[in-house]
């Protein structure tokens, strides 16, 4: 289950992280929270949770002052224009384990925030101190960018600082620039209802017309073979960012042959079959194995084309006269 | 100025059927009439010496489409056999509406079809995304036109092409320099008269209905495509596609030689039914009248359970003296696609047809053999990333497209 406010803080106090505590009755707004520790010196933060359209899940947490478009931070991210909106009220719940109001960096202590990208403002580097909700909204901790930091690093994540307020152009030859910061897995929500979030009007204010089946994220069934190296539970979690993994390749390709040779070897193909079992089996293996092994190696072909192309086109011309 | 080859007028009266790019309606809500609409297009069957010829060309069993007569009728096929034959090789041309996300398996028929020309006959293709053309006629913006583009092109690269022979093209995209050369070309030769007769558009239809035709027209030419074959002005061009797509086809074919390129060949599918039956409408609107390419296990097993209709009789014992109606069942129908293995289907149409085999055993093997395909479809989908897909749809050029 999700860390409570105690267990947070005494996280921190065991990091050795400086922060301030301030109680204060629940707020769900940054204007209510300024009513009670405004006057302290330091940044408010404003948290906002958000989600793009294959259900990877952002939080962005920035200076109360610093204006966030959505628009574009999602094109900087590589989403195209519209690509995030405001992720569900369900998902707070379901994903960072905190109530409405409550969207804070820490929240990501959760193992069910683990694939949760997390923007921060540069901002918070030019202030003494920011306050956050330790998972609670009856509270707000204050500490500097560098505590934050070290219970990031503590927790196993990078702590990424970006300029939200920048506007740089995307195009054919300006790649996003905030692309890395893009989950490598999606979350897929139980009972995930199958229109569009109700709560929020799209971004771009256009709906499809013939069709209102918005499309979760397949229910892909990993194959038993993939070996999940970081132990993610195979629960229709989608495989990270496809590269042209060549042992990866030649495992599944051993497994299916394995997996039909076990089954086609029985006693009584033995008896059947006899000293012609070999024959029989490799003319099996052929007819069914055939389209499946080729299906794959184009998966594969078309990877590693993508994955050339990608670094050729994105290929630094050596300067003339330099060494 | 008439036209030398087949009748183009549309007379709307006697339409008993109806058949274009975009309606399909067959008379009285029953079943279309197959024979008929070829005679009324002037196109041709295919038969058994055109499965041998393509066998013997291309070294392997017919697609299993060929083979069940869902790809039955064309235009020159035998002129595509013979060039190849020479050694003369070819490139296929087909395309996607893209007008919603979500994909059905009828979408797919004619991409498993090509892809599997593609690798039989070791040829490039090019794939038409008609973005604008959905803006025109459909309730969309822009943007979203082009967004659901590159999410079909996703869907299509998962059918299995080859990155190394494949372009995928948006019209929003491409459209421009040499292709639009070619549009102007067709379009000069092409009456407002004769769009009016090929394609029923009337007074109230807006003048980007009536300037559409000559896009999805000039893909049939080489020369659309400077990139991909340069200096190759005659190679010649194969569509494989829906037959409602013919008569864009037809007037590409009247146009050609007066431009003084080659007229396209064809080769075209019957339509897959809806769940509910050849008289009901597969709708992207109604979730329950198709099996969709995102559908679940569940959604599949559920899906055909209730809504497969079905040609059995009302009871066992009534279904066992009398035998399936095969003309009307859907799951046999659907088996008849979807079933690679030719015994087995000829096993269940005997049982089946004669009161056997039950309704339910050949819904459960259909079950079954869409799981398979479906969650391969989804496994390859998931392998497909927007570096790909920009990849394949790059203007760059295919040296290996013949290999």
């Given at each position: 289950m999700g860390h409570s406010k105690q267990q947070l803080l005494a996280l921190l106090q065991e990091l050795q992280i400086e922060f301030s505590q301030y109680e204060h009755p629940?707020?769900?707004t940054v204007e209510a929270q300024a009513k009670y520790v405004?006057?302290?010196g330091g940044g408010l933060s404003k948290n906002l949770f958000l989600k793009d359209k294959k259900n990877r899940f952002y939080i962005v947490s920035s200076l109360a002052d610093t204006k966030v478009d959505l628009k574009v931070l999602s094109q900087r991210l590589g989403?195209?224009?519209?690509?995030v909106r405001m992720a569900p009220e369900e998902a707070l719940g379901e994903?960072?384990?905190?109530?409405?109001?409550?969207?804070?960096?820490?929240?990501?202590?959760?193992?069910?925030?683990?694939?949760v990208s997390l923007l921060l403002d540069?901002?918070?580097?030019?202030?003494?101190h920011c306050f956050f909700h330790p998972l609670s909204n009856d509270m707000s901790i204050s500490l500097n960018a560098n505590g934050l930091d070290k219970f990031l690093k503590s927790i196993g994540r990078e702590p990424s600082y970006v300029d939200l307020e920048a506007n740089p152009a995307v195009g054919k030859d300006q790649?996003?620039?905030?692309?890395?910061?893009?989950?490598s897995s999606s979350i897929v929500l139980p009972?995930?209802?199958?229109?569009?979030?109700?709560?929020q009007a799209p971004?771009?204010?256009?709906?499809?017309s013939a069709d209102?089946?918005?499309?979760?994220?397949?229910a892909v069934k990993p194959s038993?073979?993939?070996?999940n190296t970081k132990g993610?539970?195979?629960?229709?979690?989608?495989?990270?960012?496809?590269?042209?993994?060549v042992d990866k390749f030649v495992e599944e390709i051993m497994h299916k042959t394995s997996t039909l040779l076990h089954s086609q070897i029985k006693e009584e193909t033995i008896k059947q079959h006899g000293e012609q079992l070999g024959t029989v089996l490799s003319d099996n293996l052929r007819k069914n194995l055939g389209s499946d092994l080729k299906n794959l190696a184009m998966i594969f072909k078309n990877t590693a084309y993508t994955e050339g192309f990608h670094a050729g086109t994105h290929h630094q011309p050596k300067r003339i006269g330099s060494s | 100025m008439g036209t030398q080859e087949e009748p183009t007028v549309v007379d709307k009266e006697e339409e008993e059927q109806v058949v274009n790019p975009w309606e399909v309606s067959a008379k009285d809500g029953g079943k279309i009439d197959y024979d008929k609409l070829i005679e009324k297009f002037g196109c041709v069957r295919l038969d058994q010496s055109h499965l041998e010829r393509v066998e013997r060309l291309t070294s392997r069993p017919a697609h299993v489409f060929l083979r069940r007569g869902i790809f039955f009728s064309h235009r020159d096929f035998n002129e595509i056999l013979d060039a190849y034959e020479r050694g003369d090789k070819f490139y296929l041309y087909t395309g996607r509406g893209?007008?919603?996300?979500a994909l059905h398996l009828g979408h797919l028929i004619p991409f498993v079809f090509n892809k599997y020309l593609q690798d039989a006959f070791k040829v490039p293709i090019v794939i038409q995304l008609t973005d604008d053309e959905k803006f025109l006629w459909k309730n969309l913006t822009i943007e979203e036109s082009c967004r659901l583009a590159r999410e079909n092109a996703k869907d299509i690269i998962a059918c299995g092409f080859d990155i190394s022979k494949t372009f995928i093209f948006a019209d929003f995209d491409y459209v421009g320099g040499a292709f639009y050369k070619n549009m102007v070309q067709v379009a000069k030769r092409v009456t407002y008269n004769q769009a009016v007769g090929i394609?029923?558009?009337?007074?109230?239809?807006h003048i980007g209905k009536v300037s559409f035709p000559p896009v999805q027209a000039?893909?049939?030419?080489?020369?659309?495509f400077p990139h991909l074959f340069?200096?190759?002005?005659?190679l010649r061009c194969l569509i494989p596609c829906a037959?409602?797509?013919?008569p864009y086809f037809r007037m590409t074919r009247d146009v050609a030689p007066r431009i003084g390129y080659q007229k396209p060949c064809m080769i075209y599918s019957s339509f897959f039914p809806a769940l509910q039956g050849e008289s009901g409408k597969m709708s992207?609107?109604?979730?329950?009248s198709a099996i969709y390419v995102t559908d679940s296990a569940k959604d599949i097993k559920t899906k055909i359970n209730?809504?497969?209709?079905?040609?059995?009789?009302?009871s066992v014992e009534k279904h066992r003296q009398?035998?399936?109606?095969?003309?009307?069942?859907i799951p046999f129908k659907y088996l008849s696609f979807f079933l690679e293995d030719d015994l087995e289907l000829e096993h269940i149409r005997k049982e089946y047809g004669a009161g056997r085999m039950l309704t339910g055993e050949v819904k459960q093997r259909l079950i079954e053999v869409l799981t398979e395909l479906v969650e391969r479809h989804q496994k390859a989908r998931a392998a497909v990333t927007d570096e790909m897909v920009d990849a394949f749809m790059a203007i760059r050029p295919l040296p290996h497209m013949f290999d």
């Open positions: 629940v707020v769900l405004g006057n302290e989403l195209g224009k519209g690509g994903i960072l384990q905190v109530p409405l109001g409550c969207v804070t960096p820490f929240a990501l202590v959760n193992e069910s925030a683990r694939d540069q901002g918070f580097k030019t202030q003494e790649p996003p620039d905030l692309a890395s910061l893009v989950p009972d995930q209802p199958e229109k569009q979030t109700s709560s971004i771009d204010g256009n709906h499809v209102n089946k918005s499309k979760v994220v397949p038993s073979n993939e070996k993610k539970p195979a629960n229709n979690i989608p495989p990270s960012r496809p590269f042209a993994d | 893209p007008s919603s996300e394609f029923g558009f009337t007074g109230e239809d000039v893909p049939s030419f080489p020369s659309s340069p200096g190759k002005d005659h037959i409602d797509q013919d992207a609107s109604d979730p329950n209730k809504y497969a209709f079905s040609g059995g009789q009302d009398l035998g399936a109606n095969l003309e009307v069942d």
